[in-house]
């Protein structure tokens, strides 16, 4: 039996969410620019919606290397705006070139691990089998997939916990059961993308403060 997620990415869809991430838009239009831009790539594959993630190449060293993560990067003085470093971004690292009329919008400024804000762009890809993918070897280990109806099963959802001075304080998501992990940022972005696609289906278990607490947070408990 087929899964009631090939809605989600239908034009009734698209015009919902743009609506409610415009308004969002005019919301937090007072917002300070954020420093870097992620694309959070909808496509569908098979005809089933679904998510591209990238793991971040090995090459790159440092605290991401190895992540799941979408396509993205800190923002070049040339950019216009966050869509044009998302944009920029993506053709940067998977060749592929993708025009303004692919955005539906983006979702709220959320702080990386450095507490520097990273603003989420969503776009539709379309079908991925009509694109041709050449990944960067520096910066993209590899692409994958996974189902949005994969996404939105309760047994593919995670939680960890996360204490300061012993006690509970805030909780970050994570999911599980694909090809690889997705957690920290990513994960975050992964449960408001699904939040403004299915609100209906999927509500959110975790509390993510508004700033990042100092330091690298303690080994919390998940589930």
Not at 47 to 68: E, K, Q
Not at 104 to 126: E, S
Not at 170 to 186: A, D, E, I, S
Request: charged share 25%; glycine share 10%; proline share 9%.
């Amino acid at each position: 039996m087929a899964e009631p997620c090939g809605g989600l990415l239908s034009s009734g869809s698209e015009r919902r969410c743009r609506a409610r991430l415009a308004a969002a838009g005019r919301r937090g239009a007072a917002a300070a620019a954020a420093a870097a831009a992620v694309l959070v790539p909808l496509c569908s594959v098979r005809g089933r919606p679904a998510l591209l993630f990238t793991l971040r190449s090995r090459r790159l060293g440092g605290p991401h290397s190895g992540d799941v993560s979408f396509p993205g990067g800190r923002r070049d003085p040339a950019d216009g705006d966050a869509v044009a470093t998302a944009l920029r971004e993506t053709r940067e690292e998977l060749g592929l070139e993708l025009g303004p009329p692919s955005v539906w919008g983006q979702l709220r400024l959320l702080p990386d691990r450095q507490g520097q804000m990273v603003a989420p762009v969503v776009a539709n890809l379309g079908a991925l089998e009509d694109l041709t993918l050449t990944p960067n070897p520096d910066e993209v280990e590899e692409v994958f997939t996974l189902p949005l109806a994969h996404l939105l099963r309760e047994e593919n959802q995670g939680y960890t916990h996360f204490r300061t001075a012993g006690r509970y304080s805030y909780t970050l998501p994570v999911f599980l059961n694909g090809p690889h992990k997705v957690w920290g940022l990513t994960a975050i972005i992964t449960e408001l993308t699904l939040e403004l696609l299915a609100p209906d289906r999927y509500r959110r278990k975790t509390h993510v403060l508004a700033r990042r607490p100092s330091g690298r947070p303690p080994e919390g408990s998940s589930a």
